[in-house]
């Protein structure tokens, strides 16, 4: 079964440059996350997506992050215009849905290092 | 902020086992512990979790105490590719995002 899968690995791209990740769950997984880490901080949610429908944006910092998940598989995060802040590593996860259990396992994918110069 | 607190750093040695401790003293009746790692900057790899019954898998062992306020993980023979952040989270239900802290930095020496 492949895991999370993150697109693309490394991206550098100057302030004001618009930059699009992507985040493909595991297959069958309703529910899909995205985290990320700033240098030297801790790694921060940012946003819950169940199927297509996000369940929770609240860790979203500002206008500037778009997420979607069209059709309820794959998600893109939108950063525009990116900012020097924005740089860091950032995490998706999936898990599967909460029909019948009370919690779930979140699987991480590897994560896509964003450098804004 | 994090439920949960734990050491900064540990050291283990190659072949001994690690373990873990985990504070949660605020740990609800209906909250799991959930242990991951990080390994360099790779995203964070699901070890093990349970609710009041410790538990084991091919990777590793979970101790909850009775009270339920604290929790070990327990590498039964660390390896140097055991090296890594571990962190320890509290999860209350189905959906709900993860709280990360520090973590632990285990450094298994040769």
């Known amino acids: 079964e492949a895991g999370v899968t993150q697109f693309p690995s490394h991206s550098v791209i100057e302030k004001g440059q618009t930059v699009t990740l992507r985040c493909d769950p595991i297959?069958?997984?309703?529910?899909l996350y995205w985290y990320r880490r700033v240098m030297g901080k801790e790694i921060k949610f940012l946003l819950h997506f169940v199927k297509e429908s996000k369940q929770d944006e609240s860790g979203m910092p500002n206008n500037r992050f778009l997420a979607e998940r069209t059709g309820g598989t794959y998600s893109t995060l939108k950063v525009q215009p990116a900012e020097l802040e924005d740089s860091g590593v950032y995490f998706c996860?999936?898990?599967?849905?909460?029909?019948?259990?009370?919690?779930?396992?979140?699987?991480f994918g590897p994560g896509t290092r964003l450098t804004v110069l | 902020d994090a439920k949960t607190t734990q050491p900064t750093s540990m050291d283990c040695a190659e072949g001994r086992a690690a373990n873990l401790p985990c504070n949660h003293s605020t740990i609800s009746g209906n909250e799991y512990v959930y242990w991951y790692r990080q390994i360099h900057s790779q995203g964070p790899q699901y070890i093990i979790h349970?609710?009041?019954n410790n538990e084991t898998n091919e990777m590793a062992s979970l101790i909850i105490t009775e009270d339920r306020k604290s929790s070990t993980l327990i590498l039964p023979h660390a390896t140097l590719r055991d090296t890594a952040v571990y962190y320890c989270?509290?999860?209350?239900?189905?959906?709900?995002?993860?709280?990360f802290g520090p973590g632990t930095r285990l450094s298994v020496l040769p």
């Open positions: 989270i509290v999860v209350a239900f189905y959906g709900q995002n993860f709280v």
């Open positions: 297959s069958g997984h309703d529910n």
């Open positions: 349970g609710l009041k």
């Open positions: 996860a999936s898990s599967q849905s909460g029909l019948v259990k009370r919690t779930d396992t979140q699987y």
